[in-house]
């Protein structure tokens, strides 16, 4: 079994930053990437980018690349969720997630292990 646990997030005010974590543990020998996704009331689900475990290239989303970033520590088994510069409209769930077979995705629907999720809540 992989499990999959997210941590980090809290209520911070406009302009913060913060960093959420995520553990991968178990069976994780055929994980090809791992991402982060998050959800707001009433939002779809929306993919934040991305690393590959092989060459761990990242990739970010428009929405907030120069603001959010992806790190990996292979010793800790972490991901990192890097995000700079918080706004209200990033507060949301945020979801870690892992995927087998190809890495190029970011469709939650081809992501096959979910954590429970974090929530952050930026305050004006």
């Known amino acids: 079994q992989v499990q999959v646990v997210e941590s980090g997030g809290k209520l911070v005010q406009t302009g913060d930053s913060l960093r959420l974590s995520c553990i991968i543990t178990g069976s994780t020998s055929g994980i090809t990437a791992t991402g982060w996704f998050r959800q707001a009331p009433g939002k779809e689900r929306e993919f934040l980018g991305r690393?590959?475990?092989?060459?761990?290239?990242?990739y970010i989303a428009d929405a907030v690349k120069g603001r959010f970033n992806i790190y990996r520590d292979t010793a800790k088994n972490t991901m990192y969720l890097q995000m700079d510069d918080l706004k209200p409209e990033d507060t949301a769930v945020y979801y870690c997630a892992a995927k087998r077979g190809s890495s190029a995705s970011g469709n939650p629907n081809k992501y096959h292990y979910w954590g429970q999720g974090t929530q952050v809540t930026v305050s004006s």
């Open positions: 690393i590959t475990w092989s060459r761990e290239n990242t």
